[in-house]
């Protein structure tokens, strides 16, 4: 088959958020698979390559200019990105149609994020398309402040609900994310396949110690939280659990790694955490790492021996969790989405309910004192990643789906 990835996130030259490398995984598990993969995705610089090959997914990346000032001016700002994202759809409908007639797919995967199947879908029928429900804005909405989302998204959400009305497959990471789609889309719940997101397993299981016991001295305990600093991944709640967890596990330490952002009031959020810390006596059992390659990420993994993502906003899978799993990790984390799919309570992890302190504090304390629950939940988790999200293993029920359409 011919498949073609529609998504404008794509390593390396978008990053490696959690769409992007269910992108980067799916791609390369689908061509080794023997299939032939071309993705779609963006480039904001005339210096980075329009094609490319990479493992033998061809890449085709289309130019789209981030101008910030636009989204600051009065009025008008606060609808241009519905604007912008319209005029990428007709860019992504524009190079699919190039793509037909040059060498034409079997089938279509569009994320749902902003709907940037949107304007092919609205076109003459083409290809058979697939919806990949990550997690559209008609969701995310919900969780976030006004001040962290400025923009007006009833458009972006009104083309979100028609591409997914339209397609002629929907996927989900989690039975959570099915469920939600199916509600707020009017769909019945089984009209959504759920497939999790795609995990390269293997670097990350050869990094974990657990399976060899982890430091089960009474030496420093290592409590890891991989994202961005920013208040949707609850940081600002494990900052205040801390030194509680400190109080009675003096030889914890714990772990940031990921970009700071902005905290919304003229300063950051590794700046205002640092200050919070010091002011609890803490600031001298926690390290920031800021932003690590992907061999950094994965060796950071091998140091821990637990796992934190209390996350605020919605998560339709966490690839933090699978990772970690992956890792022999066990997670604390929230209640919240799709993370209780990823991480099962007392099998896995531990969930927490999202924003409380006392409660993570708990759990985070329960881990830190038991190295024999970090090693059965760890071994549990680690299990359920290498069965259920290693890479080839998604492709082949995704492949299974695409060819119930091509």
Known sequence: MHIALVCRWYPPHSGFGGVAMHN???ARALVAAGHRVSVVAARWSADAPAVEQCDGVVVHR??????PWVHRLPVVGRH??????????RQVARALRELERSDPPDV????????EGHAYLRGPAGCPVVIRCHTPAFVLHRYYRPEERPWATERIEARERACIG??????APSRDMARTIAAECGLPEGRVAVIPNALEVEPFVK????????RADGREVVILHVGRLDRGKGIAVLAEAIPEVLAEVPAARFVFVGQDRNDGQGGTWLARLDETLRRRGARDRVEFTGAVTQPELVAWYGRADVAVVPSLIYESFSYTCAQAAAAGLPVVASRIGGIPDTIPDNVAGIITDPGDARQLAAALVRLARDPD???RLGAAGQEKAVREFNAPTVAAQLLRLYSGLA
Do not use: K, M, N, P
């Open 24 to 26: 980067f995984y799916t």
């Open 62 to 67: 289309l130019l789209s200019r981030h101008r």
């Open 80 to 89: 241009a990105r519905g604007f912008v994202q319209g005029c990428y759809s």
């Open 108 to 115: 279509i995967e569009f994320a749902d994020i902003e709907a």
């Open 166 to 171: 339209w397609a002629g497959a929907l996927t």
């Open 207 to 214: 990094a974990g110690r657990q399976a060899a016991g982890g």
């Open 373 to 375: 629950a970090r090693r």
